[in-house]
């Protein structure tokens, strides 16, 4: 296997006519298809701010910028991850691999976590509603629409991690299964709980508090790290391998592509709106 | 690639010709060519009434000259070629191929340019007319006339901005009409469309092109009528199950005309006096049930009507001649216990709302229901009997809003489905006294 | 040089995964007929010939809609039909004649034609593949399932649609269409966008990816080529309307202020978004009805294009303009003076492409040999008809003008001249022409010609009146007119000219359907045509081509007629060189497609009534659709899960030299 | 074009980008962080505006040509997504500009009253 895999150029497929692998163009037609998507978006919302209807919500008197920027540095470092991710099994190391794409997925859910956080404290806080203001209207809809996008990104990336432990000889769908359930309530947990849930610690909130009202989704998230951990043993030859680097690859297109909407709208959204 | 040669094909060669001869024979067999094909109806865009209709109109047919010469002369080359290099036998298509020729770069090019060319000579009117149809010109502004027409589901109200009335409780409001935009001929009229619901468009062909009444947004055209005249107009924007009879009328009068008119408008509601109170054992003018109407007749326009819709207009404004106190006096008492002054207003009597159009001189009016009845009696009374049947789901119908039966289920409110012939006998004296 | 073409034939390239058995929740289906063979198929024919199958019949249902719609409006004043269901049907008939025939039938032609037309296998992604036909079919079902409820009235969907085709805000709020069918179109429309995206980045990905060893872009066949630029068209121009179809379910299910003007929302903006896909969907409609003229116009000529670069790049540049003249169908909206006529100037602009390739079709004719065979006249009734509607589309450019026409019956005809003048009549050759390659059999000739005279008259005497109608002042979707109005002759002929143009489209299909059992047998090659499809065997056998063709010239299959010898002994090699690999590799059937665009029913279906409880035999099991939405979509991402770890497997097909095809599986 | 890697050692894998990666995410950081106190800063209007919307566009590119590798693919990639790029981008150029016309002013709720009155 490995004196194949020595042989793979990653910047060219010599299976197909331009020499993109096709799952690259794929995704590359994709984003640019996904670019005119968050182009509407982003336009609906600056419509409205640049033409406000009386008494619309002030932004600046909503936002946090402290928080946001610190969201927008995790959803970068996350980006290096991925990078790192790709950059790792394109040199053939699986192990280093799922490291990067838990570290790309924590952070992920870092970032998740942040907005659900943000969202709420608009809502309860604020009392900014997805239909009380169009400028909660179109804020929500666009930020949630990007946070969609940033979720799906990780159940994909849980999906990769999951499958960079298919065993070889085949077999071993349920215990893939499991893995991946295992995954998902992690990480779903994680950024609908508890990054959320320390926010507020920071902010001041009692952590004990935290832990006694919502004790079920933590033994959840608990158990759900033992049984990644446990799972994450390594188990034998596995079938993935540094040809698969294409696939890591398109999804850190993806994931990148999440980010760089995300670098627009910081300061189409949010910065801008301090002048 | 060996084929016989079957017999139909003769048949096809001549299908050209015979297309060419049934079409001849549809047009001269139809007895009513000229009126089909003069286009003269009342909402032609092409006989116009008016300045910027006129000029869109000219425009148009700048676009028309253009593509027509463009027409003759492709099609002729497309014609020549298809008769010309036909195949004309077996041996023809089994020969030889043809030269096996890529193309021409300088007829390329040079067809390119010269549909350029063509193109400008339709671009330099149109950015002019832009322009020109977009606002009044200058030197006529100070002559121009306001109006903001306001689209509802499925009718139209008008507001003369500029012309002030008294309201009875102090105050003075514009003037407000419903579905008939009176106007001065002569004289350039500025019209803001607005909305309260849906999408809706003002068009008046012969006058001017449409614009769309945009919700939250302004939008301004103007027009102006050569001549006194009576203008169809329509909503010419899908916007909902009524769409297609959501219509409504502009009537250019002359000067002096509109003054008179306009004085009249401006005093409140006409009351019936009492002086004839003798005649009101009088039988009731209106036999209700004697009324026969086909659901499938044309009811907007009887002969009369259409041969002289402007004279028609000048009747309808001369008050009803055997009007009966009593009876009008019961149908304002209805007006009110029937609710209809909830959603309709009528200036210096009881009616308040604002969701129906202001009926204050609606007897006036040449039509009711948005252009699609003419205003007689009968059809009026036939309007209040059924008005679902002739607007499919107007406010009208359920009496404004709908009741929830015990089923969960929303019913027209029963107060107004259940007029009596009498009842509506007497809401027509009284609608029709309000000249 | 060989190795290189066996390495091409191998869709999966060396990163295929070797295949292994065992981590399948589903056998993997091998049937290759029945049922099970039809769902499951990955076969780029077998899905062209669903989408194919699906879209005629959907073409018949807007034409039936359409003849209810000519039968209300025969005479004045008619209560044929009522305003609601009327309202219904011509939403319905846009809607349906739009995304359900025409959209499906383009696609059904990419699917069989493309791989045929670059020289490979399938398309490069097989199961995506599937599955965009069957997201495809679940958005037919939402679209139309309104319609039960005029039958069943238990199936509260207040009828059909009825917000016409592009239901412009606010008509498709809440307060103004309280109906469900609303909600199921919203749906309806996006699923048909997803299963449209889909489509187009495979379609992308094969032509620009798939092509055979020497078959340069610009040797392409125009077809592929304009399926290309459109695939491009589809992934650029639906993510506008996706968000606009978001923004309106948010307004209806989540009481978001997008559309709603009381909270300070522009409909306007509903318009802006629908139509920077709208416009674009145009070109969408058109673009491969060109391509096929531009293929069916050299064959029937025996002469290649002419300007065939010049086709070319006038196509790429309808499909950019088309990005730039949205607003021209606002003009009456009052976008400013300076908006509409930059507006209208780009519009004229884009005359210009379009008009450069009908001077290239003349071009083509000129000094050929026509033969006026069925899908011939066809594609020349295209030319005429089409210009003829691109005419009135000029007309429409003068913004002030427009104001007088939009929205009126010349509206009507213009569009119709376009969208069956052009897009149906090219259909109408493209599948005449193709159907013996794909069946096996020709169409006779004298029913073809038959059919065509009755939908060319039929054609035309439904339409042209309507240019009359519309400068006489009728505006459209009015479910009824009055007499003295001066549209009832106009009106008339319509109504009738529809009638004889059903009778030509029955006599159409009725006349495929006997052929497809009775019709001569077709050889491989029955036109004498140019591109590699006619190089292969009529049906095409499963792999398509025994050897991966290597492209000489831009119109293959005729340069090889012409040089023999030379490519029998190229063929010979590469079928050798590629057995020495393996054979040809197959990609597997799978049942994850169907199966997730099942996942994708059950939660859109559900999504859409949301806010309505759940009843079962007269008592309420849930108080919202959201379990049974969250079911759906889980069944839709299990599905994708398993898609993912199932891997494109594959076999292997070994041609004898007697031309016997064996089969083999497992690891090579 | 296919000719495989002559160099077939068991070495030959892409050469690691790790610490050059690393160098970009401390670029970006680092221009977030500009951009954060930018806006605070006592200065034009329009040169903030400027230097921001310059700013997102480095970061933007820095992550499409490095991390996502568009600098060491083919060029098409590169091609591809602009196409996307730039119709996104000129049409939220043309739209912001219709909307900001003065033709299109919405109606303020002050007009809208006086509307509703009148009828009354």
């Known amino acids: 296997m490995n004196s194949h895999a020595a042989t793979i150029d990653h910047h060219h497929d010599a299976t197909t006519a331009t020499g993109i692998p096709n799952k690259k163009l794929l995704w590359w037609a994709f984003l640019a298809s996904d670019c005119m998507f968050f182009g509407a978006l982003i336009s609906t919302h600056l419509v409205y701010r640049l033409n406000p209807p009386p008494g619309n919500a002030v932004p600046t008197q909503i936002f946090n910028i402290e928080l946001t920027s610190f969201s927008t540095f995790i959803l970068l470092m996350s980006s290096l991850l991925m990078a790192l991710a790709v950059n790792a099994i394109q040199r053939g190391n699986v192990r280093s691999t799922r490291t990067m794409l838990l570290g790309t997925m924590f952070f992920g859910c870092l970032f998740l976590g942040g907005q659900v956080f943000e969202f709420t404290h608009f809502v309860y806080v604020k009392k900014m509603t997805l239909s009380n203001s169009i400028f909660g209207s179109t804020f929500f809809t666009l930020t949630g629409t990007h946070g969609t996008h940033v979720a799906i990104g990780v159940l994909l990336l849980g999906m990769m991690y999951v499958r960079t432990f298919k065993p070889a000889q085949g077999g071993g769908l349920l215990l893939n299964f499991v893995h991946l359930l295992a995954v998902c309530v992690t990480f779903g947990v994680a950024f609908i709980w508890f990054v959320p849930g320390m926010i507020e610690v920071v902010y001041g909130a009692s952590f004990s508090e935290l832990l006694r009202e919502h004790a079920i989704p933590f033994a959840a998230g608990i158990v759900g790290l033992i049984a990644l951990i446990a799972l994450g043993r390594t188990r034998g030859a596995v079938e993935f391998g540094e040809k698969n680097a294409i696939d890591v690859e398109a999804i850190g297109l993806y994931w990148h592509f999440v980010d760089i909407v995300w670098i627009i709208i910081f300061t189409a959204v949010y910065l801008l709106e301090y002048l | 690639m060996t084929r016989t040669r079957p017999a139909y094909r003769k048949f096809f060669r001549f299908a050209p010709a015979f297309l060419a001869g049934l079409g001849l024979v549809l047009l001269t067999s139809c007895n009513k060519v000229h009126q089909v094909f003069s286009l003269s109806g009342p909402q032609s ?44 036998s077996e041996a023809d298509e089994k020969s030889e191929p043809p030269h096996q020729g890529h193309g021409n770069p300088l007829i390329e090019i040079g067809l390119i340019a010269a549909s350029v060319a063509l193109l400008v000579i339709i671009a330099i009117p149109t950015v002019r007319d832009i322009w020109y149809t977009h606002d009044v010109p200058d030197e006529e502004k100070g002559n121009a006339l306001d109006v903001t027409a306001t689209g509802y589901q499925w009718w139209f109200q008008f507001k003369y901005d500029t012309e002030m009335v008294k309201l009875p409780a102090g105050g003075e409001t514009p003037l407000v009409t419903g579905n008939e935009l009176v106007v001065p001929a002569g004289r350039p009229i500025r019209v803001q469309v607005r909305t309260v619901d849906v999408i809706h468009s003002f068009w008046v062909p012969k006058l001017a092109g449409k614009v769309d ?150 007897g006036s009016r040449s039509t009711v229901a948005a252009g699609v009845l003419e205003n007689t009696p009968q059809l009026l009374g036939e309007w209040l009997r059924r008005p679902n049947h002739y607007k499919p789901g107007n406010k009208m119908w359920f009496g404004g809003f709908k009741v929830q039966d015990t089923q969960g289920e929303w019913q027209p409110n029963p107060k107004l489905s259940e007029l009596s012939d009498a009842e509506i006998n007497a809401l027509v004296s009284y609608l029709h006294s309000l000249k | 040089m060989a190795e290189a073409i066996a390495k091409h034939a191998y869709t999966g390239g060396a990163h295929a995964p070797v295949k292994k058995a065992t981590f399948e929740l589903f056998a993997r289906p091998t049937a290759k007929t029945g049922l099970v063979g039809w769902l499951t198929t990955v076969d780029h024919k077998k899905i062209g010939m669903l989408y194919g199958g699906f879209a005629i019949f959907f073409f018949l249902v807007g034409g039936l809609e359409a003849l209810l719609i000519r039968t209300q409006l025969i005479v004045p004043n008619n209560h044929f039909l009522e305003a609601q269901t009327y309202n219904e049907l011509f939403t319905m008939h846009g809607t349906t004649m739009i995304f359900l025939a025409v959209m499906p039938l383009n696609a059904a032609f990419f699917n069989l034609l493309i791989p045929l037309q670059v020289g490979a296998r399938d398309v490069a992604f097989p199961r995506l593949n599937s599955f965009s036909l069957w997201v495809w079919v679940v958005g037919a079902i939402l679209l139309n399932v309104g319609w039960l409820s005029h039958f069943v009235p238990a199936w509260k969907f207040g009828g059909a649609p009825s917000v016409g085709w592009f239901g412009y805000a606010p008509l498709t709020s809440k307060a103004f269409t309280p109906q469900l069918s609303t909600d199921l179109w919203v749906f309806g429309l996006q ?47 639906l993510p506008a309307i996706a ?61 290649p294009l002419f300007g065939y670069p010049i086709i070319v790049f006038s196509g790429v540049a309808i499909g950019f303009i088309g990005f730039g003249v949205w607003s021209h169908h606002m003009f009456t909206t009052g976008l400013g003076n300076v908006a509409t006529a930059a507006f209208a100037l780009a519009t004229m602009a884009i005359a210009v492409p379009t ?52 929205d009126s019956y010349f509206v009507i005809a213009h569009f119709h001249y376009v969208l069956i003048g052009g897009a149906t009549f090219a259909l109408l050759a493209a599948i005449h022409y193709w159907f013996p390659k794909f069946f096996g059999r020709m169409v006779p000739e004298f029913w073809g010609k038959l059919s065509f005279w009755l939908i060319f008259i039929g054609f035309n005497c439904t339409f042209f009146p309507m240019h009359f109608l519309g400068l006489n002042g009728m505006p459209r979707r009015t479910w009824t007119y009055d007499s003295n109005m001066g549209w009832n002759e106009g009106n008339l002929v319509a109504s009738c000219g529809a009638y004889l143009l059903g009778l030509g489209i029955f006599t159409y299909f009725a006349v495929l359907i006997w052929s497809f059992f009775k019709g001569k047998v077709a050889g491989n090659d029955p036109w004498d045509g140019r591109t590699m499809e006619w190089s292969i065997p009529s049906p095409p056998p499963e792999h398509n081509f025994a050897a991966i063709p290597t492209v000489h010239a831009r119109d293959a299959w ?63 099991i849930f108080a919202t659709h959201l379990p049974l939405a969250i079911t759906g979509l889980c069944i839709l991402v299990t599905a994708c899960y398993l898609w993912s770890l199932e891997g494109p497997g594959g076999y292997h097909l070994h041609i004898a030299p007697d031309g016997k095809v064996t089969e083999s599986r497992g690891d090579h | 074009m296919s000719a495989p890697a002559t160099t077939a050692d068991a070495g030959h894998h892409e050469p690691s980008k790790f610490h050059f ?100």
């Open chain 3, 191 to 237: 699923v048909l966008g997803l299963s449209s995206i889909v489509a187009s980045l495979n379609f992308i990905v094969t032509i620009i990816n798939m092509r055979a060893p020497g078959l340069t872009m610009m040797r392409l066949p125009v077809f592929t080529w304009m399926a290309l630029v459109t695939s491009f068209l589809l992934i650029l121009a």
């Open chain 2, 45 to 88: 865009t092409m006989v116009t009434d008016g300045p910027v209709a006129a000029r869109q109109w000219d425009l148009f047919m700048i676009t028309v000259y253009v593509t027509t010469f463009i027409f003759i002369v492709v099609g002729a080359v497309l014609a020549y070629a298809q008769i010309k290099f036909r195949a004309k």
């Open chain 2, 213 to 362: 009444m945009m919700p939250n947004r302004a939008n301004f055209l103007w027009f102006k009528a050569d001549r006194p005249g009576y203008y169809y107009g329509q909503c010419a924007e899908y916007c909902g199950e009524s769409h297609a009879i959501m219509r409504f009328r502009v009537i250019a009068l002359a000067q002096p005309d509109y003054d008179k008119w306009l004085a009249n408008q401006k005093q409140p509601a006409r009351s019936v006096t009492a002086k004839s109170l003798a005649a009101a054992a009088s039988v009731p003018r209106v036999q209700f049930a004697s009324m026969k109407l086909e659901s499938g007749a044309a009811l907007s326009g009887s002969p009369e009507f259409d041969a002289n819709p402007l004279a028609a207009w000048h009747k309808q404004q001369d008050v009803e001649k055997d009007e009966d106190p009593a009876l009008v006096a019961k149908g304002r008492q209805l007006f009110s216990d029937k609710t209809c002054v909830s959603c309709h207003s009528i200036r210096g009597h009881e009616g308040i709302g604002v969701t129906g159009p202001d009926l204050t001189r609606v």
């Open chain 3, 243 to 303: 968000i606009a179809l978001v923004e309106v379910m948010f307004d209806r299910n989540f009481g978001t202020n997008f559309f709603e003007v009381s909270g300070g929302g522009q409909p306007i903006l509903w318009q802006h978004l629908f139509w920077v896909f709208g416009h674009p969907e145009v070109y969408i409609l058109i673009l491969p009805p060109m391509g096929y003229v531009s293929e069916i116009l050299p064959t029937f000529s025996r002469k």
């Open chain 3, 558 to 620: 005729w340069y090889e007629k012409h040089h023999q010898e030379e490519i029998a002994q190229e063929r010979a090699e590469h079928i050798q060189a590629e057995e020495s690999h393996g054979g040809i590799h197959m990609p597997d059937q799978s049942w994850y497609p169907i199966i997730a665009a099942f996942g994708l029913l059950i939660g859109t279906y559900n999504m859409a009534q949301l806010h309505h409880p759940v009843e079962m035999f007269n008592k309420v």
């Open chain 3, 355 to 406: 008009g450069v390739k009908i001077f290239n079709w003349i071009g083509t004719l000129w000094g050929g040999q026509i033969m006026t065979r069925v899908p011939m006249m066809f594609a020349l009734g295209f030319i005429w008809m089409f210009m003829l509607g691109g005419f009135s589309g000029i007309m429409h450019s003068a913004a002030p003008a427009d104001a007088q026409q939009q």
């Open chain 4, 21 to 120: 990666y690393i160098q970009i995410a401390m670029i970006l950081s680092v221009i977030t962080g500009v951009e954060v106190v930018l806006v605070y800063l006592p200065i034009a209007k329009w040169f903030v505006v400027t230097a921001l919307c310059t700013l997102s566009a480095v970061k933007f590119m820095f992550v499409i040509f490095f991390f996502m590798h568009l600098r060491w693919d083919k060029v098409f990639c590169t091609i591809l997504f602009f196409i996307g790029l730039v119709l996104a981008g000129g049409t939220m150029w043309a739209l912001l500009h219709i909307f900001g016309a003065d033709a299109s002013k919405p109606l303020s709720a002050a007009m809208l009253e006086t509307a509703h009155l009148a009828i009354a």
